[in-house]
């Protein structure tokens, strides 16, 4: 199996910032993409950005410009730069990582997520 373990996360002022990093671990041949989610109190989890492992990103339309996803191939971690917070940024972030691991001699396609960490912005 694949773990990721984010960190960073915390209690900051309106228009503070904060970086957000999460590192997998395991057997892992590869990772495709990875991503952030957030889920705020009482709404769905949404996609919050992308990158891909060539570096492509997307983002989404309530984060472009403030927030910036950035990864190192090498370490297998995801960062998530976010600036100029908003209370409306308050919320649960979680890594998710998609790619290929090793299961004994197969590499097997995975899925993972991590255990969230909080963000809570608010003066």
């Known amino acids: 199996q694949v773990q990721l373990v984010e960190s960073g996360g915390g209690l900051v002022q309106p228009g503070g910032s904060l970086r957000l990093s999460c590192a997998a671990s395991g057997s892992i041949f590869s990772i495709n993409h990875m991503d952030w989610y957030r889920q705020a109190p009482g709404k769905e989890r949404e996609l919050v950005a992308v990158i891909t492992s060539g570096g492509s990103t997307v983002y989404a339309d309530s984060v472009k410009g403030r927030f910036t996803i950035s990864r190192e191939n090498a370490k297998n971690t995801v960062y998530l730069q976010m600036n100029s917070l908003k209370p409306e940024d308050t919320a649960v972030y979680y890594c998710?990582?998609?790619?290929?691991?090793?299961?004994?001699?197969?590499?097997?396609?995975?899925?993972?997520w991590g255990q969230g960490t909080h963000v809570t912005v608010s003066s």
């Open positions: 998710n990582a998609q790619g290929r691991y090793y299961s004994g001699n197969m590499l097997t396609n995975f899925a993972s």
